[in-house]
């Protein structure tokens, strides 16, 4: 590519950024015009209305991320075939949160006007603690994902500009904070719909591409054979994903994702049944086109280009190898819109948690803050995690995927039993909860971090645990209480 070609790529790229950043600005200022209400649901769940079909786009474009554009195909390069068997489980992702949480999440939430998530834990559970350590919980662990994008955002803008990784933070961060900081749900809902589509038609685009270059599937594989002939077996090129491996995998990837605040916080927002149907249908197709689309590429590049050694810059280098100018615009639109639209999301539920249920439970801050002056505390405080999160990605600890998932895992071992028993175990109580959260918590630490477990996803192992000593603590509760007023 010519340093013309390369000017008009990054000139094209800005644009439709920029579009990007207006559009929804544009409809925030108009939106406040006819501002009524309640600030904090305005901001943070769009009212309750939003329908089908922008909630199951919404939903792919939130659960895509940095790892999903960029680290996934790159392990999928390094892998073979076997890492897009367990990936492609991530289809079910929209169906499985959405049919097993919306309906009744989204009932008993409207009832008690919950916020956010932990606003539900507090009052299922009648404990502020439970619903504070849940919090601090859940601002580490989405803080480790966010600077996952950040870094993921910063090394895209890198390749594709020539800049310095930190000036990429700083790019990353004023983008962060016209999409979301200013504008809350509306604007996040409005951004993801139009990066939504970008990141499907980049995908198709991108597939399409690959095969015309490669002269078919049959030229992929045969080279993929002649490389390593494990690039083709389901257990990867290693010889590492096991059964016991996929199936724990999917556990996080699948299942687990019900016990994920970000997606979690989708089944409080919908308008109504009609709406709910659409989005796990249209959701269904749209996760599958992408999430099996950019893994599937990242082992077609390898059967046409064996010398990249940049795992998380697979699909920059191949785009820019094979794509036209125009093209590698909106391709590499695609992972920047992922990792928006993902930051969008997790930013919202930070911002709600450390506003909604830390600072506006203190009284000190609630009786000095005067309703028209809470939308510019919310912005004060959203910059100050803009900074902070600017802080912790300046030295990139390793691949996004890994940081990504170990975020994954932390929040499921977090809430998944905490909100899935709170809505259909009548016993589920506090102490069962408390004891869940910590033993959970505790144990996916020590996992993954000191004692590593690699035979199967450690989540798993936290999950099970967690959900014994949630049913048992419940239980014995239970048992005390009956007694106590028999």
């Given at each position: 590519m010519?340093?013309?070609?390369?000017?008009?790529?990054?000139?094209?790229f800005?644009?439709?950024?920029?579009?990007?950043?207006?559009?929804?600005?544009?409809?925030?200022?108009?939106?406040?015009?006819?501002?009524?209400?309640?600030?904090?649901?305005?901001?943070?769940?769009a009212?309750?209305?939003?329908?089908?079909?922008?909630?199951?786009i919404?939903l792919?474009?939130?659960?895509?991320?940095?790892?999903?554009?960029?680290s996934?195909?790159?392990?999928?390069?390094?892998?073979?075939f076997?890492?897009v068997?367990?990936?492609?489980?991530?289809?079910?992702?929209?169906?499985?949160?959405?049919?097993?949480l919306?309906?009744?999440?989204?009932?008993?939430?409207?009832?008690i006007?919950?916020?956010?998530i932990t606003?539900?834990?507090?009052?299922?559970?009648?404990?502020?603690?439970?619903?504070?350590?849940?919090?601090?919980?859940?601002?580490l662990?989405?803080?480790?994902?966010?600077?996952?994008?950040?870094?993921?955002?910063?090394?895209?803008?890198s390749?594709?500009?020539?800049?310095?990784?930190?000036?990429?933070?700083?790019?990353?961060?004023?983008?962060?904070?016209f999409?979301?900081?200013l504008?809350?749900?509306?604007?996040?809902?409005?951004?993801?719909?139009?990066?939504?589509?970008?990141?499907?038609?980049?995908?198709?685009?991108l597939?399409?591409?690959?095969?015309?270059?490669?002269?078919?599937?049959?030229?992929?594989?045969n080279?993929?054979?002649n490389?390593?002939?494990?690039?083709?077996?389901p257990?990867?090129?290693?010889?590492?994903?096991?059964?016991?491996?996929?199936?724990s995998?999917?556990?996080?990837?699948?299942?687990?994702?019900?016990?994920l605040?970000q997606?979690?916080?989708?089944?409080?927002?919908?308008?109504?049944?009609?709406?709910?149907?659409?989005?796990?249908?249209?959701?269904?197709?749209?996760?599958?086109?992408?999430?099996?689309?950019?893994?599937?590429?990242?082992?077609?590049?390898?059967?046409?280009?064996s010398?990249?050694?940049?795992?998380?810059?697979?699909?920059?280098?191949?785009?820019?190898?094979?794509?036209?100018?125009?093209?590698?615009?909106?391709?590499?639109?695609?992972?920047?819109?992922?990792?928006?639209?993902?930051?969008?999301?997790?930013f919202?539920?930070?911002?709600?948690?450390?506003?909604?249920?830390t600072?506006?439970?203190?009284?000190?801050?609630?009786n000095?803050?005067?309703?028209?002056?809470?939308?510019?505390?919310?912005?004060?405080?959203?910059?100050?995690?803009?900074?902070?999160?600017?802080?912790?990605?300046?030295?990139?600890?390793g691949?996004i995927?890994e940081?990504?998932?170990?975020a994954?895992?932390?929040?499921?071992?977090?809430?998944?039993?905490?909100?899935?028993?709170?809505?259909?175990?009548?016993?589920?109580?506090?102490?069962?909860?408390?004891?869940?959260?910590i033993?959970?918590?505790?144990?996916?630490?020590?996992?993954k971090?000191?004692y590593?477990?690699?035979?199967?996803?450690?989540?798993?192992?936290?999950?099970?645990?967690?959900?014994?000593?949630?049913?048992?603590?419940?239980?014995?509760?239970?048992?005390?209480?009956?007694?106590?007023?028999?």
């Amino acid at each position: 590519m010519t340093s013309i070609d390369n000017i008009k790529v990054i000139l094209l790229f800005s644009l439709i950024f920029s579009t990007i950043i207006f559009i929804p600005i544009i409809a925030n200022l108009m939106s406040k015009r006819k501002a009524n209400g309640n600030f904090f649901e305005k901001y943070y769940l769009a009212d309750r209305n939003v329908s089908g079909i922008v909630l199951a786009i919404t939903l792919m474009s939130t659960y895509g991320s940095a790892s999903t554009f960029l680290s996934g195909p790159g392990i999928a390069y390094k892998l073979g075939f076997g890492w897009v068997l367990l990936a492609v489980i991530q289809v079910t992702a929209g169906y499985f949160v959405l049919l097993v949480l919306a309906r009744k999440f989204k009932s008993v939430t409207s009832k008690i006007k919950s916020i956010t998530i932990t606003d539900y834990l507090k009052h299922r559970y009648n404990s502020k603690y439970l619903s504070y350590i849940s919090t601090i919980a859940m601002i580490l662990f989405l803080l480790a994902a966010m600077s996952g994008q950040w870094i993921g955002g910063a090394k895209l803008l890198s390749a594709l500009t020539g800049i310095s990784y930190h000036y990429g933070i700083v790019i990353i961060s004023i983008l962060i904070l016209f999409c979301v900081v200013l504008g809350g749900m509306k604007s996040v809902l409005i951004t993801d719909m139009i990066q939504g589509i970008i990141m499907i038609f980049a995908t198709l685009v991108l597939f399409v591409s690959i095969l015309k270059y490669a002269g078919g599937l049959d030229n992929i594989v045969n080279s993929l054979y002649n490389q390593n002939p494990n690039f083709l077996s389901p257990y990867g090129s290693t010889g590492t994903l096991t059964s016991l491996y996929v199936s724990s995998f999917w556990v996080l990837v699948g299942v687990g994702l019900v016990g994920l605040p970000q997606i979690a916080i989708n089944s409080m927002i919908y308008k109504n049944n009609r709406s709910l149907k659409q989005s796990i249908i249209v959701g269904s197709i749209v996760i599958f086109i992408v999430m099996f689309g950019v893994h599937f590429i990242g082992v077609m590049s390898r059967g046409i280009f064996s010398d990249i050694t940049d795992y998380d810059s697979v699909v920059p280098i191949v785009s820019m190898r094979i794509l036209p100018w125009y093209l590698i615009s909106i391709v590499l639109a695609a992972p920047m819109a992922a990792i928006i639209t993902t930051v969008n999301t997790q930013f919202l539920i930070i911002s709600s948690a450390l506003v909604k249920d830390t600072l506006f439970n203190l009284s000190v801050v609630k009786n000095k803050i005067k309703t028209n002056k809470i939308p510019m505390f919310v912005y004060i405080v959203n910059v100050l995690i803009i900074l902070f999160v600017v802080l912790i990605s300046l030295n990139p600890p390793g691949l996004i995927v890994e940081i990504n998932l170990f975020a994954f895992g932390g929040l499921e071992a977090t809430f998944l039993w905490p909100i899935l028993l709170g809505l259909y175990w009548k016993k589920a109580e506090k102490y069962g909860a408390y004891s869940s959260i910590i033993i959970g918590i505790t144990s996916y630490i020590i996992f993954k971090k000191i004692y590593k477990v690699t035979l199967v996803e450690p989540v798993v192992l936290s999950l099970i645990l967690s959900l014994i000593a949630f049913v048992i603590i419940s239980n014995i509760m239970s048992s005390k209480y009956f007694i106590k007023n028999k």
